[in-house]
Nanobody, 126 residues
Framework: QVLLVESGGGSVQAGGSLRLSCTASGYTSRPSCMTWFRQAPEKEREAVASSYFGGTATAYVGSMPGRFTISRDNAQKTLYLQMNSLKSDDTAMYYC???????????????????WGQGTQVTVSS
């Protein structure tokens, strides 16, 4: 059984940094996509960044490439999200998810993902 466990969330001041981690277990092969999503209170869950094609490519939503960096250690089966210059709008529960089938054109779709972690809370105060 696949299990995803996120960690690294917390409370920071605006302008601060956090590094999220997601460790996967139960996989017998490398998932195609490992992706970070987030969900703010009373908002829909949205994609943030993805490491896809087995970790050989990355993609980001909106202004994330300038502040967020996604990376993946396949040997350790761990996904990371380095978040810098955090803003209050980044406050959300952050989730890790994996997909066996997604690719560069579909990585942002929630419906592509089979496994989800329990989430880690990020709170940014201004």
């Amino acid at each position: 059984q696949v299990l995803l466990v996120e960690s690294g969330g917390g409370s920071v001041q605006a302008g601060g940094s956090l590094r999220l981690s997601c460790t996967a277990s139960g996989y017998t092969s490398r998932p195609s996509c490992m992706t970070w999503f987030r969900q703010a209170p009373e908002k829909e869950r949205e994609a943030v960044a993805s490491s896809y094609f087995g970790g050989t490519a990355t993609a980001y939503v909106g202004s994330m490439p300038g502040r967020f960096t996604i990376s993946r250690d396949n040997a350790q089966k761990t996904l990371y999200l380095q978040m810098n210059s955090l803003k209050s709008d980044d406050t959300a529960m952050y989730y890790c998810a994996t997909s066996e089938t997604c690719h560069g054109g579909t990585w942002h779709r929630l419906t592509e993902y089979t496994y989800w972690g329990q989430g880690t809370q990020v709170t940014v105060s201004s």
